[in-house]
């Protein structure tokens, strides 16, 4: 008994220290972000919020911003959409051939380097006259956004009544019909959630983004990084730190989505 408290104990201590280490690094993103002085160092000599109103002032900050929430929405969309469309096909199509190799195919994207995936949209996009747009950002972010929403939705799947669909089906509805008044209602926090991962690893994707945006399609990352090239200034943590919030949100309603049950007791 004294032996398991110790080793409960330990345990406790390890997973603490780990999340401690991991938090550690945003933590001193933050706190810079409210330094006075031009000069990137932790702890900030002084606080204050000029960076923070400098943010809101550049043109190129904004603009890198809302092209960061445009193709994250647009990233958002198409990978939930082909991810939710293939994993519904293959609970039908499990034993086929096709269906076999569905899985390792979807994943393959995340397989291959990043850089290799930017050099070879970069030529493909340019052949196609799509090089200063949104849509290449989006269609490559996508391949990488797509296998997390599959996965997201093969478990949400696996855990659904599938008799209410043939029951639909007995009732005359057709597939369309079944799918939407029957399926996606009980898999909606599913989608939700997977839709969320996507917009995450959309806003926050830099090497592709590197490769395939343009002056007027350059998204927070690439900006970042083409700033921190030129001078280390706090500018970079007031940035990092909107990312940081950006995601802390959408994990918050990831959480609520899985639990919505669970917060309406607490909240009755």
């Known amino acids: 008994m004294h032996r398991e408290t110790l080793e409960t104990a330990a345990f406790r201590v390890g997973y603490a220290a780990l999340f401690a280490l991991l938090l550690l690094p945003l933590l001193v993103v933050v706190v810079t972000s409210f330094a006075a002085s031009g000069r990137l160092a932790f702890p900030p000599e002084s606080y204050s919020l000029v960076w923070y109103s400098e943010f809101f002032d550049s043109i190129g900050w904004l603009t890198a911003f ?3 929430i445009i193709v994250g929405v647009g990233t958002a969309l198409f990978a939930t959409v082909l991810g939710v469309l293939a994993a519904f096909g293959q609970e039908f199509d499990e034993e086929s051939t096709l269906g076999t190799i569905v899985g390792p195919l979807v994943l393959l994207p995340l397989l291959i380097p990043p850089v290799i995936l930017g050099i070879t949209l970069l030529m493909y996009f340019s052949e196609l006259g799509l090089r200063d747009s949104y ?3 989006v269609l490559a972010h996508t391949l ?3 296998p997390l929403v599959y996965f997201v939705m093969r478990s949400v799947f696996s855990r659904f009544d599938w008799q209410q669909l043939d029951a639909a089906y007995d009732l005359g509805a057709g597939p369309v019909q079944a799918f939407v008044h029957v ?11 997977g839709a969320l991962l996507a917009f995450i690893i959309s806003l926050q994707e830099f090497v592709m983004a590197l490769f395939l945006s343009t002056g007027s399609t ?3 990352p690439v900006l970042a990084w083409t700033e921190i090239r030129q001078a280390l200034d ?4 007031v940035v990092s730190t909107f990312l940081i919030l950006f995601s802390l949100v959408a994990l918050a309603l990831a959480v609520l989505a ?7 007791k607490q909240l009755s």
């Open 144 to 146: 990488w956004a797509t």
């Open 234 to 237: 706090p500018m970079v943590s």
């Open 66 to 68: 809302e092209n960061s």
């Open 218 to 220: 350059e998204t927070i």
């Open 183 to 193: 399926v996606l209602p009980n898999v909606k926090q599913g989608v939700f959630v």
């Open 258 to 264: 899985t639990n919505l049950e669970w917060v309406s």
């Open 135 to 137: 849509a290449t950002l």
